[in-house]
């Protein structure tokens, strides 16, 4: 049990059908949050992810959609409305592949698709979901960063 409450509030974590995302939804939703588990390439995963919610005692909806896709994000957030009420809590978490290798290796189709998850990804999520959130006067967006370009850069600090 967590020891905060977010009971009556609806929270959309992208990418949460595994790894950190699933452990970011199981969280919010162990506070009481109402959780949208989403998934782009593995639906059936995010379903399990929302039963186990669902059986421990919490709400979980899974939802399939590209988060590299401003269409599918606004049906995403459509969806979520009608079936949990507003957003108001988003973690954009959804990532594409991520190889380690040096940055040299990388072509700028990678970076273009990294470009489409780490910004435009959140920048669409945002759009779509502040409407709500403005309209409720709470909401709370937190983003998730990657260590990509620090891994793929031997020997760089930014500390």
Known sequence: MSNYSLTGHVALVTGSSKGLGASIVR???????SVVVNACNNID???????????????????G??????DEIAALVEEVTSKLGPIDIVVPNATGPQPLKPIEEYDADFYRQMYEFFVMGPYHLA???LPGMKAQGWGWIVNVTSEVFHCSVPNFSAY
């Open 65 to 70: 959609a590209d988060v590299t896709k401003s």
């Open 127 to 129: 759009q779509a979901a």
């Open 27 to 33: 969280n919010l939703a162990s506070a009481g949050a």
């Open 45 to 63: 995963r995010a379903r399990e992810v929302a039963d186990e919610i669902n059986e421990g005692g919490g709400k979980a909806i899974a939802v």
